[in-house]
């Protein structure tokens, strides 16, 4: 039995070393993609927005105030138009997001010791770049107009501060917790490298179960307990190599891209190692009931997406119908992107009861699914063996 | 003519004899609309837990406190000792923002000097913290304004003058084409048409090389291949532009979510879309070995398209590398364009060079595997007739030996 064990191993290890494309994508594709994907994100801030100013008078102040946004880290200003209607068709032609429309008022209320009012619109088709760009405007304007405020303030004999007091008293500060340059890639990039691998690595194994039912364990040819062995030897092998696999591609996205790793590092292993668990019944589970390879990736790829949006990674399960967040319950993913990101950018970790609730429901699903594996397995197997049995007729023909 | 009808057909039961493949091309898409639809259907947030950390108890930071607890936006959760209560509250989920008074905040405020205040924000998930930092800013800049103003109303100022004294530049900013900050406006299209890319090209990816592996190639003897091509194009194109149809009609009726755009650019941007990522399957479909090869490189090659075809992160902000790399995806001309064309109402005009650009990526794909195959069937057509003319050979020597 420990024979057929080791044997089993090896016949595994040949049979990923003879599969060139199934090597690629269990070892090179997750890390390859992670670094491609995480890469895209690594301006981690938009900067110079480009915005149209509709200036109909041009005068000293209105120029004050262009060139204002046109300084800012933030934004540019490379267009300056005089028709609210060309500013509007420069923003759906996509050459600006934004636009800053002055009006034909404004330096004669300044002058006149009214308030001028200033209209900025910004494409927020894309919320969080929208929102971003909104603050900053913000920023911007009262910049501009305390300016304007303190200097009639020190003309009047105050101080500046005094002045910058009287005009503003309350100055706010921005604080985003745990991801201080409000970084694209740190909200996204320990997710994606998640979903990526989850991919691929179910798509491994599940054709590895499914390419079983040409010549191995589920084609009937093999002796029961020979079959059972090498099915637990596969559990091995790919949640061995696909434990290692993960660890790399976390450690190696961690180190090229400079996410701090505020966490503590078994407990991210420990995750890991749950989320493999899991994932291995899931991949097997699919393998066996699919009708041959081709079938398994098409379902698990068009799948990808629901499981991103279920998973409560992007829009927070607080936020969606109750139905959803209980039918995400059942996926992996579900507890294993959020949480990751959490102990890697929070320094959380299973004292926490959301990440210790994330490991209990990851090992739950991986019995669960394991055991139901098995139940799969055997089904398929005695299937398999039944059809490779000549009927009662046709034993009489080959006897006779 | 006749053998291309019966192609035709043929196809068409192939796919109506496999209720996986119709499912998973007409029903996944259609799943996918309703998951975005549902998860989104509230679409922005509200009642963000907020905490609150106030070194300097007084009537001045309660009024503040009050003006978030007044905003639809927020909800206080409540007072904490210090920062390190907060920072755990945050870490369980408790909060998922906060503001913090520094001690001096209300003795800066009593003589004269300007006050701050922190505001803070979960910035692990984006979507909260950029919520927070815009309502949050245009309540503390309103409560700051009302404070300036009551100051100089007090010394006999019209609250108009003060506020002109006071905030001499006033500014109210739109947020256009998404005016309630729907989340779901910004993100379904985006994941509707990655995931009908994704079941599609899977399927072009296949239609011509598994004839070749279920050695059925005999059956398309009578049709040309390069009709062969166009056919099974044809197909595809059918049922995606229906099931596109569908979830768009999804979208729009039972979810709220504009389509500003007129029906004539809708049917053409959505057509050259299509009939670009069936050409291109249908490429790596006359180009790769076999159908799980076909469906693994299109797979490695669909992965990163959503995320660098500027549809989250703008191209703009990619580095020169990846604003090359992303023109590979006929995603890239599509998705963004779309977003543009359902909230902007985006014409002809403002989406023209993608259309060209899916237009050529369309037609050059077409004409490719049209080629490729063509010169693919000819050689498999030889290598069985070499084959055959061998076994004719050691037949007649088997013959002959007898």
């Given amino acids: 039995m420990i024979k057929t064990f080791f044997k089993g191993f090896v016949r595994e290890m040949k049979l990923l070393w003879h599969d060139k494309r199934m090597l690629f994508m269990f070892l090179i594709a997750p890390v390859a993609l992670s670094i491609v994907v995480c890469g895209a994100f690594s301006g981690n801030v938009v900067n110079n927005i480009p915005l149209a100013a509709v200036d109909v008078n041009s005068t000293a102040q209105t120029r004050v105030l262009i060139e204002a946004f046109d300084q800012s880290d933030r934004f540019n200003v490379p267009f300056v138009v005089t028709d609210q209607e060309d500013a509007l068709r420069l923003m759906e032609s996509g050459d600006v997001i934004g636009v800053i429309v002055i009006p034909s008022d404004y330096t004669r209320a300044l002058q006149l010791g009214q308030q001028a009012e200033v209209l900025v619109g910004i494409n927020s088709a894309n919320n969080i770049v929208g929102n971003s760009a909104v603050v900053s405007v913000?920023?911007?304007?009262?910049?501009?107009?305390?300016?304007?405020?303190?200097?009639?303030?020190?003309?009047?004999?105050?101080?500046?501060?005094?002045?910058?007091?009287?005009?503003?008293?309350?100055?706010?500060?921005?604080?985003?917790?745990?991801?201080?340059?409000?970084?694209?890639?740190?909200?996204?990039?320990?997710?994606?490298?998640?979903?990526?691998?989850h991919q691929l690595f179910l798509m491994t194994v599940a054709t590895s179960f499914s390419e079983e039912?040409?010549?191995?364990?589920?084609?009937?040819?093999?002796?029961?307990?020979?079959?059972?062995?090498?099915?637990?030897?596969k559990f091995i092998f790919y949640g061995v190599i696909g434990y290692v696999n993960i660890l790399f591609n976390y450690y190696t996205i961690i180190r090229v891209f400079d996410f701090p790793m505020r966490g503590n590092q078994e407990d991210l292993a420990i995750l890991?190692?749950?989320?493999?668990?899991?994932?291995?019944?899931?991949?097997?589970?699919?393998?066996?009931?699919?009708?041959?390879?081709?079938?398994?990736?098409?379902?698990?790829?068009?799948?990808?997406?629901?499981?991103?949006?279920?998973?409560?990674?992007?829009?927070?399960?607080?936020?969606?119908?109750?139905?959803?967040?209980?039918?995400?319950?059942?996926?992996?993913?579900?507890h294993f992107m959020s949480p990751v990101r959490d102990i890697v950018l929070m320094g959380v970790g299973f004292e926490t009861k959301t990440i210790a609730h994330s490991r209990d429901m990851l090992l739950i699903l991986a019995l669960v699914i394991f055991v139901l594996s098995i139940l799969a397995f055997i089904w398929s197997a005695y299937r398999a063996k039944k059809k490779l049995q000549p009927k009662v007729g046709e034993k009489g023909v080959i006897q006779a | 003519m006749r053998a291309a009808f019966r192609l035709f057909f043929r196809e068409w039961c192939y796919l109506l004899k496999r209720p996986r493949t119709l499912i998973l091309m007409i029903c996944i898409?259609?799943?996918?609309?309703?998951?975005?639809?549902?998860?989104?259907?509230?679409?922005?947030?509200?009642?963000?837990?907020?905490?609150?950390?106030?070194?300097?108890?007084?009537?001045?930071?309660?009024?503040?406190?009050e003006a978030f607890q007044q905003s639809p936006y927020f909800e206080i959760m409540g007072y904490y000792e210090n920062e390190d209560q907060l920072e755990t509250a945050m870490k369980n989920g408790e909060i998922v923002g906060c503001l913090i008074f520094p001690s001096d905040f209300t003795k800066d405020l009593q003589n004269g000097r300007q006050a701050q205040v922190l505001l803070g924000s979960n910035g692990v998930n984006m979507s909260y913290g950029s919520t927070i930092n815009v309502k949050g800013s245009e309540v503390l800049g309103t409560v700051s304004a009302q404070m300036a103003v009551k100051s100089l109303v007090a010394k006999g100022s019209t609250?108009?003058?003060?506020?002109?004294?006071?905030?001499?530049?006033?500014?109210?900013?739109?947020?256009w084409y998404n005016p309630t900050n729907n989340f779901g406006y910004f993100l379904s299209f985006g994941f509707i048409i990655a995931t009908v890319q994704q079941v599609l090209i899977y399927f072009a990816a296949i239609s011509l090389v598994r004839e070749k592996e279920s050695d059925r190639l005999g059956e398309l003897k009578g049709v040309h291949p390069i009709f062969q091509v166009i056919i099974k194009c044809l197909v595809y194109f059918i049922i995606a532009m229906g099931t596109w149809a569908a979830c768009t009609w999804i979208m729009v009726n039972k979810f709220g979510i504009p389509m500003r755009g007129s029906a004539e650019v809708w049917v053409a941007y959505s057509s050259l879309f299509i009939l670009s990522i069936i050409t291109l399957g249908q490429l790596f479909s006359a180009i790769l070995p076999n159908p799980v090869i076909a469906?693994?490189?299109?797979?490695?090659?669909t992965s990163p398209s959503l995320v660098l075809s500027g549809y989250t992160w703008p191209t703009m902000a990619l580095t020169s590398f990846y604003q090359r790399l992303a023109k590979?995806?006929?995603?890239?001309?599509?998705?963004?364009?779309?977003?543009?064309?359902?909230?902007?109402?985006?014409?002809?005009?403002?989406?023209?060079?993608?259309?060209?650009?899916?237009?050529?990526i369309s037609g050059s794909c077409l004409v490719l595997s049209c080629i490729i195959w063509t010169i693919r069937l000819k050689r498999i057509e030889k290598k069985d007739q070499a084959l055959q003319i061998s076994l004719r050979d050691e037949t007649a020597q088997a013959v002959s030996r007898t």
């Fill in chain 1, 272 to 334: 890991c190692g749950c989320f493999i668990l899991s994932l291995l019944g899931v991949g097997a589970l699919l393998g066996i009931l699919s009708k041959n390879t081709i079938h398994a990736i098409q379902w698990l790829m068009a799948m990808t997406y629901p499981f991103f949006i279920l998973s409560g990674f992007s829009w927070p399960h607080s936020e969606m119908p109750k139905a959803l967040v209980d039918g995400a319950q059942f996926l992996p993913p579900t």
């Fill in chain 2, 29 to 65: 898409p259609i799943f996918i609309t309703l998951i975005c639809g549902t998860s989104y259907e509230k679409g922005y947030f509200s009642d963000l837990k907020m905490g609150v950390v106030d070194y300097s108890y007084s009537a001045q930071t309660r009024e503040v406190v």
């Fill in chain 1, 138 to 197: 913000m920023q911007v304007v009262k910049t501009v107009s305390s300016q304007i405020a303190v200097k009639s303030f020190v003309a009047a004999g105050s101080t500046i501060a005094d002045g910058t007091a009287k005009v503003m008293p309350i100055s706010t500060v921005l604080r985003p917790w745990f991801n201080p340059q409000f970084s694209y890639l740190t909200y996204l990039g320990l997710g994606l490298i998640g979903l990526i691998f």
């Fill in chain 2, 159 to 175: 609250v108009e003058d003060a506020l002109a004294k006071m905030n001499p530049v006033g500014f109210y900013t739109r947020q």
């Fill in chain 2, 328 to 360: 590979v995806f006929p995603l890239t001309y599509f998705a963004l364009g779309y977003r543009d064309m359902a909230l902007m109402g985006s014409g002809f005009e403002a989406i023209q060079q993608e259309m060209i650009t899916l237009g050529c």
């Fill in chain 1, 213 to 233: 039912k040409k010549e191995g364990i589920l084609s009937g040819k093999m002796t029961g307990k020979e079959s059972g062995i090498y099915f637990l030897n």
């Fill in chain 2, 295 to 301: 469906t693994s490189f299109s797979l490695v090659f």
